[in-house]
């Protein structure tokens, strides 16, 4: 069989001739487009690339709640809605403006070009310093950006300030975030910017966690405050090119709990080009919320124990501290004046600084447990144990000598010095003395033999001069003379005698004195005071607990014999029930205090009489205790006239509320 051969040029047809031209073609075109990318404009997107960079920013976590024992919300973090610009997307308006704002000059059209355009004149750019035109630039972008704030202000219906020098500062040194017009808008604001059509360009709502207080200045000692603060914590990453603004807590449960609550920041990256705008971003590290903080205090005793405090006065310094006395709890803790924790974070209000600042009002100091006192007469229980303790039949009568410039007074001589006595002359037992809370009675026995050493070691053994430990930064240790100390050659029978009466070398806070008489109720156990129950997060509809941490907790336990505690709670009980006593206003019907009031006296540095400080501290009930109080006054009239009212209202709200830490809990947790 014969193979045929064909002739190529038969195959030579126009349609093969065109695709060959477009292959041909393409291809020249597409090793154009390579030749221009690598070699022509190599130079180009080299540079296009050294100078663009990723920038990485750090994200705030949401910060924990602080919530009361059952459940209320004293701190939380709501959404911020932000208002800011995006300086990006007003480049073209900057260089527009830039065009418009630099000078030029006019010059004559000459020859060929004025009689072919047909123009006289021509408009030439005036050749200006570098330093006069980065100064028109600045006034460009000055200009647009105040123009697009003052649209947005007629747009919110509000005036929005507008800072050149900030603005400045951020464009130099935060350029690839937005800047801030407007923090923390209203609702009827966000709503405007909404529905508005026109809005200039770049303007754009951030979401951001707000730090608030709704109960405001409640409990705001025990809370404490945020400041800014927005550097990395241990265990995050250390370095960032931009911070979004966070805080930490300065003092408090703010303070103490800050690593709990404060969460894990997360992070992201943001691509910027050449000249510093945002081109992309990239959330690579979500942040991770922080651990709700969930108290012992009772809201409804805190609320109570501050009314009953204010009605003392409108600026009445002063302290109140409610304790559980079987599982150290508090239940309330009321500072006075207090301040706003909003104002921290916000921004503080016309005088309120100036108000935070008063020397005399103090509004920062904890008084319930970083500031102490004199303690007066409320340290009289104690006297008495140290002289049962030494053998005092608490029914043997002494006989109180009258004062001879007021015979219906008091008094007792040490050496030379007279000491006054508010109760008046005549025969007292321990029960009389107390609820009449007579000087000369406890200034005779604590000079008995063996009563100041053991009226020491008592002190000491209940935590008198030094601080019980509180994770909120506020706290003072307070003064107790020690068994050195009594025993040197330059203490004086006048000494004891002023530490009898609660008076001289000895110093106490609110709190001390809540969890000394919180032993006595109890029988001798010095509780840990239990500011915090547990740390849980919200994990769908049940919250997942952390950590909670355990009640009871014994710092000390003081040898009490059973009699000597009756025989003083009797001579308590009888203050308040007794028509002799002077803590007959913190009676409550149906619910027997026992108590103990003290004024005592405040010298100035020259030893002159300057005011007083006013007590009243009781636990109750008498027949089974359960919680001690302790009130306190700066410049009251008498702890039984300014204190035991006060006192009688907080335990009103104990009877009422009657908390019971096990089955709150069960109740929160099946919410």
Known sequence: MAIRLLDPAQHDAPALRGLTRAVWAGLAVLLTALWWIQVASRRTYQNQLEIQAVRTVRIPAVRGRILDRTGAVLADSRPSFNLGLYLEELSPEFRAEYSRIRPVRVVPRSGLGRFLRGSLVVTQAVRLTRAQLDQLQWTARTRVVSNAIRQLSEVLDHPLPFDPER???????????????????????????????????????????????????????????????????EGEEAYYSYRLPDYRGAVGIEAGFDRELRGRAGAKSVLVNHLGYKQAEQVWNPAVPGWDVVLTLDLRVQLAAEQALLRVGANVRGAVVAL????????????????????????????????????????????????????????????????????????????????????????????????????????????????????????????????????????????????????????????FPTLEEVHSPAWRDGDTANLCIGQGPVAVTPMQMALAFAALANGGRLLEPRLVDRLERQDGP???????????????????????????????????????????????????????????????????????????????????????????????????????PVAREVFRALQRYGTRPDHELAWHLAR
Not at 198 to 211: F, I, M, N, W
Not at 341 to 356: I, S, T
Not at 585 to 599: H, I, L, Y
């Open 324 to 479: 559980d006395v079987v599982t150290g709890d508090v239940l309330a803790l009321v500072s006075l004046p207090a301040y706003n924790p909003n104002h921290f974070v916000l921004g503080f209000p016309p005088g309120e600084y100036e108000r935070m600042m008063d020397q005399d009002l103090r509004p920062q100091i904890n008084r319930a447990t970083q500031e102490h006192y004199a303690p007066g007469s409320i340290l009289k229980p104690f006297v008495a144990l140290a002289a049962l303790q030494s053998g005092l039949d608490p029914r043997a009568p002494f006989t109180v000598q009258p004062d001879p410039a007021r015979p219906d007074r008091g008094c007792i001589y040490v050496g030379r010095r007279k000491i006054r006595d508010t109760a008046p002359p005549g025969a007292y037992d321990l029960r009389r003395a107390l609820l009449r809370s007579s000087n000369s009675y406890f200034v005779h026995w604590g000079l008995q033999p063996g009563v100041l050493q053991r009226l020491v070691l008592l002190g000491n053994q209940l935590g008198l001069g030094e601080r019980v430990g509180l994770p909120t930064r506020q706290e003072a240790p307070g003064v």
């Open 542 to 644: 049940m919250p997942r607990l952390a950590r909670r941490f355990p009640d009871g907790r014994v710092r000390r336990t003081v040898p009490f014999r059973q009699e000597h505690l009756r025989a003083l709670h009797e001579a308590m009980l009888a203050d308040t029930e007794d028509p002799e006593g002077t803590g007959r206003a913190a009676a409550v019907p149906g619910f027997r205090v026992c108590g103990k009031t003290g004024t005592a006296q405040v010298m100035d540095a020259r030893g002159r009489l300057r005011g007083y400080t006013t007590w009243f501290v009781g636990f109750a009930p008498y027949e089974q205790p359960r919680y001690a109080v302790a009130v306190m006054v700066e410049d009251g009239g008498s702890g039984g006239a300014t204190c035991a």
């Open 167 to 233: 603005f400045r500062r951020h464009y130099l040194e935060q350029l690839a975030l937005p800047f801030p017009v407007a923090v923390n808008l209203r609702p009827e604001h966000v709503a405007r910017l909404a529905e508005a059509a026109d809005l200039p360009p770049g303007a754009d709502l951030e979401v951001l966690p707000l730090r608030v207080y709704p109960q405001h200045a409640t409990a705001s000692h025990l809370l404490g405050y945020l400041v800014r603060d927005d550097r990395s914590v």
